[in-house]
């Protein structure tokens, strides 16, 4: 509830993270993110000056190590924005949605559908380039969600249960699918690989533009149900008698979700770990309220995917890990140390 | 009956999916009374409750509110006239005590709309009404079960409704606590709610409500003020418990006292 942040006495002021502290944290967030943009395109797996990275962002110079910056770490770096928010924001309203605090966003059926869509692509139809297959992954995403969605739903409306039970099914039976496929021509498969490691780099920012209208939608769509999602975090029975329509709740948050988790893996591949972790530090900062859990995981998940990817290019020097190895390693110590610690990042 | 009536049930047929609990069934809730439920389990006493605060829609006939059909109404709107207390109710970890009353103000927020000074009232009201004032910055994981059902109160209160329905507001406290919310319900109804609970314990409701409705088989076998109808004859007819009923020594109400098995006289 936003609403809270503008109650600056009385008994909305208490010990546990009140609205001004609220507030400077995600100042601070920002400018970490910030920070985090500038170093994403100084360092790489090659060493280029400050100056030289300078004079490439602000003249079109065509020095090779002027290119490097423009064609490669730019771009970097924004898909790394991009698939952040999305993936953060996603991790946010699973978690919120199913009230469950180990939900992500692939137990929808996201990753399984877009891995799936790509390898029909790249294995039968012959597509090779990420731009061409980026389209098969989102549709994958958002059909096998829609499925996912359509098996979860008895006769009394959706339960999260059956739903995410549903998409556990969905997945496994995709997984096997894909894998099967993949081993007829392992080959053609080779093109996939790092898109299925989860990576950021080697996109084209053409592969961003036309997703971005997907994920503005669907940012808009979170911040619409943060207030209703707020009163179902008090049970179901609660939310309907405080007015919420939980089907509609229900229903706009998974279009979010599905667009911003699709969206992401669709220019990424999947990526573990981010829509799961980031929110835990989420409400571990702005504690129960959704809109802010949200704000938070919208500025801490593209720090996350940064840092990682940064990692990523410099401890193999020159060689690089695809962020989605990174993450892994750079999360899960983090999610183990802060649900050890307290019981306040759990739903 | 010429009792005026906020919320009635008109011959609503209530029931989950395939299984019907109440059948043709019509009930009036005096306004300003604090009517309490009562039956033996699986009565159909919560199906009620459930149909009353809009939590399960008749498949047939309706509930009316205010001369309408409850249903007819926009969600939030509902939700500013009646308020529900649900038996299970999740607090979220971290939660203060503040901000989940805060929480019983949602029916008043729209998207836009910001918090006021009309929000900042109602939630310190509802605070001193259910005494967790002194609470306000504490983490409702941490509070004992009676200061915790409190605050749920103190979050129904803050949603401003003239009627308020209770779902087994007691389960789980000692006896101490019950009375001492029975007690804050008796205040709030005297203060002008009406309120409606549903409970397990006869002699509670006959010594705390003004109304009671006896159900049994999802049917109402009577319903009037306690000195009326909590009478051997009904509680055999309803709980099939043999019984004494005499007057209790403090408040002069109906109460229970069962013969048991050895002492049929």
């Known amino acids: ?347 | 009956m010429t009792t005026p009536t906020r919320l009635q049930v008109e011959s609503a047929t209530i029931g989950y999916d395939k299984r019907v609990i109440s059948r043709d069934l019509s009930v009036a809730i005096p306004d300003e009374s604090f009517t309490v439920i009562v039956g033996p389990n699986a009565c159909g006493k919560s199906t009620l409750l459930r149909g009353l605060s809009r939590l399960l829609r008749p498949s047939a006939g309706q509930v009316v509110l205010d001369g309408a059909d409850i249903n007819s109404f926009r969600t939030k709107e509902v939700a500013r006239r009646v308020g529900l207390l649900p038996q299970t109710s999740i607090a979220p970890d971290g939660i203060t005590v503040a901000d989940l009353v805060a929480r019983g103000r949602y029916p008043y927020h729209g998207f836009m709309r910001q918090w006021t000074a009309d929000d900042e009232r109602a939630v310190r009201n509802a605070m001193d009404a259910a005494a967790v004032t002194g609470l306000s910055s504490r983490l409702v994981d941490e509070l004992s079960g009676g200061q915790r059902q409190r605050v749920w109160v103190a979050m129904a209160l803050a949603q401003h409704t003239d009627i308020l329905l209770l779902d087994e507001p007691t389960t789980f406290l000692d006896i101490t606590h019950q009375i001492e919310l029975l007690e804050l319900f008796t205040d709030l109804n005297q203060a002008g709610r009406t309120l409606v609970a549903v409970l397990h314990d006869l002699n509670h409701a006959a010594r705390f409500g003004t109304h009671l409705i006896a159900m049994k088989d999802g049917r109402i076998v009577a319903e009037g003020t306690p000195e009326k109808i909590v009478t051997a004859e009904l509680v055999e007819e309803v709980f099939g418990l043999r019984c004494l009923v005499v007057a209790d020594p403090v408040a002069g109400t109906p109460h229970v006292v069962p013969l048991g098995r050895d002492r049929s006289r």
Not at chain 1, 246 to 255: D, G, H, S
């Open chain 1, 1 to 347: 509830m936003t609403v809270l942040a503008v109650r600056q006495d009385g008994p909305g002021t208490t010990t546990v993270p009140g609205p001004r502290r609220r507030l400077l944290g995600l100042v601070i967030a920002l400018v970490v993110l910030v920070v985090l943009l500038v170093l994403s395109v100084m360092i790489g797996s090659t060493s280029i000056p400050p100056s030289v990275v300078w004079d490439a962002l602000v003249h079109s110079s065509t020095g090779i190590d002027q290119v490097a910056v423009q064609d490669y770490r730019l771009p970097r770096t924004i898909v790394g924005l991009v698939v952040g928010v999305a993936l953060g924001l996603s991790g946010a309203l699973i978690q919120a949605l199913t009230r469950n605090p180990l939900a992500d966003p692939g137990i929808l059926g996201v990753h399984a559908g877009a891995s799936f869509a790509v390898t029909v692509a790249v294995g039968l139809l012959g597509v090779s380039d990420v731009q061409g297959y980026m389209w098969f992954a989102f549709a994958g995403a958002l059909v096998v969600t829609l499925m996912v969605l359509a098996l979860g739903s008895t006769r009394q409306g959706s339960s999260p249960v059956v739903m995410v039970l549903a998409g556990v099914c969905v997945g496994a039976v995709l997984g096997g699918a894909r894998e099967a496929l993949q081993l007829t021509d392992p080959d053609a498969f080779d093109a996939m690989r790092s898109w299925n490691a989860g990576s950021i780099g080697g996109r084209p920012l053409e592969v961003v533009w036309p997703i971005l209208p997907f994920l503005a939608v669907a940012l808009v769509l979170a911040f619409v149900v943060a207030g209703p999602l707020n009163a179902m975090a008090l049970g179901d029975e609660l939310a309907v008698s405080h007015g919420v329509s939980l089907a509609r709740t229900r229903v706009l948050a998974i279009i979010a979700l599905t667009l911003l988790a699709g969206g992401a893996t669709a220019i990424a591949g999947p990526i573990a770990f981010v829509g799961l972790m980031v929110p835990h530090v989420a409400r571990w900062i702005a504690g129960p309220h959704q809109r802010w859990i949200f704000a938070y995981s919208v500025l801490l998940a593209p720090g996350l995917l940064l840092v990682s990817d940064i990692l990523g290019r410099v401890v193999l020097r020159p060689g690089e890990i695809p962020v989605g190895v990174v993450t892994a390693f750079v999360g899960a110590p983090v999610l183990i140390a802060l649900v050890r610690r307290k019981k306040a990042s759990g739903l």
